[in-house]
């Protein structure tokens, strides 16, 4: 009785470059002729022979009187080869994204999105052209960069950088805006000048994205041995402006962010003490690096950035 053993394949072990070698070998039954084809020397395409014998463990070309014949095996390989490396050809080529048939969700976060980010618009061009696609908008504090880190969310827009996992992370500047003090008219320290003493003696809210604290104010103020009267932490803007209408609590806000809220409002403002002071801050779009080649992601950041609000 004869005995038939499989061999086991490892394809870590193989190189599959030598398939296409392999593929003008069998139609060319020649190895000159191949070399011509694939642009390489005859005595190279000699040695991809070879190996490819001791691959299949076969012979593959058999010398013949006119020269090579396909063995029983080739011919086998010759009927599948050519479609299998169309296929590996389609699975490596970038594929098409069609907007209209694709079915997905994407998923947003942050407090700060709709102040940069008109969703509504965005939502009624995704709606046009992506019929398919669910969008989640959630503004509820939490540690986004955790969400998108999890792959929970897929985009937030904050103006407070991550402090970890920074090599999983792309972004975009989306706006900017200079940080100042919002009160009520009613505060006292609306007619003063507000130096550093009163700044730091007054009651004090802020907003925030994760739902914790202490701000980066705080932390800075702490740094050289000051602090201010921190009693209320909130995670909405417009509520800041409710709060200074209502009460003598300052909030240290970003402008752009609440100048289109304050039409109406009885809210004054004031700039940072001087020895407070700070650059602009850059509101940016982040993403994970894990989308960032993915033709649909590709799409929506575009349709995002398209629908930016315009400040000033």
Not at 61 to 69: A, N
Not at 76 to 97: C, D, H, N, W, Y
Not at 118 to 139: H, R, W
Not at 223 to 246: C, H, N, P, W
Request: proline share 4%.
């Amino acid at each position: 009785m004869v005995m038939c053993i499989m061999r086991e394949v490892n394809l870590r072990s193989m190189d599959l470059n030598l398939l296409t070698v392999l593929q003008i070998l069998l139609e060319e039954r020649h190895v000159t002729r191949a070399a011509e084809r694939l642009h390489m020397s005859q005595s190279a395409v000699s040695r991809a022979l070879q190996r490819l014998r001791v691959m299949f463990n076969d012979q593959l070309l058999v010398k013949s009187g006119e020269g090579y014949r396909l063995s029983s095996r080739a011919e086998k390989i010759s009927t599948q080869l050519s479609g299998m490396l169309q296929e590996m050809a389609r699975l490596i080529k970038e594929p098409v994204f069609d907007p209209s048939t694709v079915k997905a969700t994407i998923r947003f976060g942050g407090i700060d999105l709709e102040s940069w980010i008109d969703m509504p618009k965005l939502v009624a061009q995704v709606l046009k052209e992506a019929p398919n696609i669910q969008i989640e908008i959630s503004s509820a504090p939490a540690d986004y960069f955790e969400l998108i880190a999890k792959g929970h969310i897929d985009y937030m827009v904050t103006g407070i950088g991550p402090s970890r996992h920074l090599e999983g992370f792309h972004s975009c500047v989306v706006g900017e805006s200079e940080l100042a003090v919002v009160m009520g008219d009613s505060n006292p320290l609306a007619k003063q000048e507000l130096t550093l003493e009163k700044y730091l003696n007054a009651v004090h809210g802020y907003i925030s994205m994760t739902g914790k604290g202490p701000t980066h104010t705080d932390k800075y103020l702490e740094s050289v041995g000051m602090k201010r009267k921190v009693m209320l932490k909130i995670s909405d803007f417009r509520a800041a402006l409710d709060y200074t209408e209502q009460t003598d609590i300052l909030f240290r806000l970003p402008l752009e962010l609440i100048r289109p809220l304050m039409k109406g409002r009885q809210v004054t403002i004031k700039s940072l003490p001087i020895e407070l002071e700070m650059p602009k801050v850059n509101f940016h779009l982040y993403w994970h690096t894990r989308f960032h080649q993915d033709p649909l992601h590709a799409w929506m950041k575009q349709k995002i950035l398209n629908v930016r609000r315009v400040s000033g």
